[in-house]
């Protein structure tokens, strides 16, 4: 077999076997493979295509190209979510502890943000103290004992997964739904869930723009994912106004908690409610999801996630209270984006609001970056709010007083507002298992 006849039969359009598909990923994971040959394969695929068997046997080689991590001694059901990147996507913060106070075993491998996208990693080491290193022993030791853990990555898992998303970066192959999916679900796979959520952002602020888009990818996701023996649901979610009002990883973390605490917004809330009632009923804890909601709304308003949370943080050497009293480490300063007249925003946009988060510090634009975990963006209003001239539209936390007042044109350049009222898109557009 040459990976030069296997370019040649996918430029023509033909299908390729599962042996075929395991040659290159083997070529690509051991380096036999050159670069520029990849990158031919790349742009041979993202014309031709994959079908839905090419794009399973696809991901299951990249799930096997490195470690598979093991779960079964946590139990029979093992669940797993994953959001393709959002602004202020918040929602593992609160939904891993509420799956876990709900009585579902919870062990979570997370990674940092990296563009205009947050990381759950980032977002937790602005916890003091708090670890995200454990070695897979401490990782499954601690769910054994209290049910839960979020940690990063420490295996190495799919590496030929990363090998290609570094051509497919440079080859304008990024938007290739074969290989979106097989990215998404091998990384699943090979951290040893069998009970998989996907949150498929939608809108400005997402990857993903369009409905139509995030449907066509939705559906090879879970088809995929029941071809490989995996339970996928996926869930479209609207990303053209940020998660919450809080952009930046210790005010996501704060929001977080209020979330947990029965507080909080409620598109937070309802989001993080729904994927977790999902779960329980993949799990076989409930019948349906009304009663899985309503049992969940309990846990959150009697404190019992929250109580979760914290024995986690604790669990991995996090100090909680400075995040609880309020005395917290805070930017040096905050500054207010005020409303130039009256009316009712019909715009809050998320990638404009992301740019400027990231233009204060909080993201990075290549792995090892250093990011401000104190610096952000509090949204005061969102689409639908009524505001009159003068109202403060968002809060800017930055270090930098320069910084702070360039981020407070771009928050500015985010909003629209329009005479009569409007109403913001539906949060879950539609749930395709």
């Known amino acids: 077999m040459r990976i030069v006849d296997l370019i040649e039969k996918k430029k023509k359009g033909s299908t390729y076997t599962r042996d075929e598909i395991q040659f290159i990923i083997d070529g690509i994971t051991n380096g036999t493979i050159a670069d520029y040959q990849i990158s031919a394969w790349l742009m041979a695929v993202w014309f031709a295509g994959m079908n839905d068997d090419e794009t399973a046997y696809l991901t299951e080689a990249m799930a096997k190209s490195g470690d598979m991590l093991d779960l079964s001694s946590l139990g ?86 990363g090998k290609l998303y570094a051509l497919r970066d440079v080859t304008a192959t990024v938007d290739c739904l074969p290989f979106i999916c097989s990215s998404v679900v091998s990384k699943k796979i090979a951290s040893g869930a069998n009970i998989i959520i996907l949150d498929v952002k939608c809108g400005s602020g997402a990857f993903i723009k369009t409905k139509e888009q995030a449907e066509k990818l939705s559906e090879l996701m879970v088809s995929v994912g029941h071809r490989l023996g995996r339970d996928i649901t996926a869930v479209i979610t609207d990303m053209n106004q940020p998660l919450g009002c809080a952009v930046g990883n210790l005010l996501e973390v704060v929001e977080s908690v209020d979330v947990l ?118 949204l005061a209003k969102k689409i639908g709010d009524e505001v009159k001239n003068g109202d403060v539209l968002a809060y800017v936390h930055a270090d930098d007083e320069n910084l702070g007042k360039a981020a407070c044109e771009e928050v500015a350049k985010a909003y629209e507002t329009v005479s009569e009222h409007v109403y913001a898109e539906k949060l879950i557009y539609k749930t395709i298992c």
């Not at 049992?295 to 986690?312: Q, T």
């Not at 009256?342 to 510090?361: F, N, Q």
């Open 76 to 161: 029979n059901y093992i669940v797993d979510k994953h959001s393709t990147g959002g602004v202020g996507d918040k929602i593992t913060l609160v939904l891993i502890p509420l799956l876990a106070a709900a009585g579902l075993p919870v062990a979570k491998l997370s990674g940092r943000g990296l563009g205009h996208t947050g990381g759950t990693i980032d977002k937790l080491e602005s916890i003091d103290g708090f670890r995200t290193d454990l070695s897979i022993e401490e990782f499954l030791t601690q769910v054994k004992k209290i049910n839960v853990a979020i940690a990063s990555q420490t295996l190495e898992l799919t590496p030929a997964d």
């Open 261 to 378: 605490k029965g507080k909080g917004p409620d598109d937070v809330r309802d989001l993080s409610v729904y994927f977790a009632a999902l779960a329980l009923v993949k799990a076989k804890k409930f019948e349906n999801l009304e009663d899985a909601e309503v049992y969940l709304c309990k846990l959150l308003d009697d404190g019992s996630a929250f109580r979760k949370f914290e024995e986690m943080v604790s669990a991995q050497h996090g100090n909680l209270l400075p995040i609880e009293d309020g005395t917290y480490e805070k930017a040096r300063y905050v500054l207010e984006v005020k409303s130039a007249g009256c009316g009712y925003v019909s715009r809050c946009d998320a990638l404009s609001i992301a740019k400027a988060c990231k233009m204060l510090g909080a993201g990075r634009d290549k792995k090892g970056d250093e990011i401000n975990h104190r610096v952000g963006i509090v």
